[in-house]
């Protein structure tokens, strides 16, 4: 199982960052990846990033510059920090995994939280 | 990028008749060196995440019934729902898992008539 956690409300400029707990298995020794995608209120769904125990990431180009995945074994998570945030940036942010590559089909995804941008 | 494009935007059936729903793909989505199309189907309930139905464009996730089939190639696909019922309810996502990054298409709102 995946949980997203972090704030639920970033002001503009300033940086979004999510945690991303994974239950049930090990992310280590899954050799799935785990990857980031938001919905805006809404909207449709946009793929962010993915990333591998191994330290191995994919990023969506148009947000490549903003975007960091890490991960942290030790404790089974992964994390999204996304810079310079605008209302724009406002969405449900899911984890996920991918089944296969860091860019295949998604399996499992976490509820998903809701991200607010404002002042 | 990969654009896919969804069609009807939405529809509505009658429970018990057959959902037709089309992703068309900017360029094909055929892998040929193991002849499978990179295309997933998913379904989102209101308030809730999307479940993986389909893919390999036609191959069912384990637990989904076998209502739901998905067919086509190369840049046209269909997802196919018979016997349509109440919980069927919700708005539609096809996947391309050809290239990064993989991309949706924008939705199709399925409800009942």
């Known amino acids: 199982q995946l949980q997203e956690s972090g704030p639920r409300l970033v002001k503009p400029s300033e940086t979004l960052s999510l945690t991303c707990t994974v239950s049930?298995?090990?992310?280590?020794?899954?050799?799935?990846?785990g990857g980031w995608i938001r919905q805006p209120p809404g909207k449709g769904l946009e793929w962010i990033g993915s990333?591998?125990?191994?330290?191995?990431?994919y990023h969506n180009a148009s947000l490549k510059s903003r975007v960091t995945i890490s991960m942290d074994t030790s404790k089974n998570q992964f994390s999204l920090n996304l810079t310079s945030v605008t209302a724009a940036d406002t969405a449900v942010y899911y984890c996920?995994?991918?089944?296969?590559?860091?860019?295949?089909?998604?399996?499992?995804w976490g509820q998903g939280i809701l991200v607010s941008v404002s002042s | 990028d990969i654009v896919l494009t969804q069609s009807p935007d939405s529809l509505a059936v009658s429970l018990g008749e057959r959902a037709t729903i089309n992703c068309k793909s900017s360029?094909?989505?055929?892998?040929?060196?193991?002849?499978?199309?990179?295309l997933a189907w998913y379904q989102q309930k209101p308030g809730q995440p999307p479940k993986l139905l389909l893919y390999?464009?036609?191959t069912r996730e384990s637990g989904v019934p076998d209502r739901f089939s998905g067919s086509g190639s190369a840049t046209d696909f269909t997802l196919t729902i018979s016997n349509l019922e109440a919980e069927d309810v919700a708005v539609y996502y096809c996947?391309?898992?050809?290239?990064?990054?993989?991309?949706f298409g924008q939705g199709t709102r399925l409800e009942i008539k």
């Open positions: 390999w464009a036609s």
């Open positions: 996920a995994r991918h089944r296969g590559s860091g860019y295949s089909f998604i399996d499992h």
């Open positions: 360029q094909s989505i055929l892998y040929s060196p193991n002849n499978k199309n990179h």
């Open positions: 990333i591998l125990y191994t330290g191995s990431t």
């Open positions: 049930g298995g090990s992310f280590r020794s899954s050799s799935y990846y």
């Open positions: 996947q391309q898992h050809y290239t990064t990054p993989p991309t």
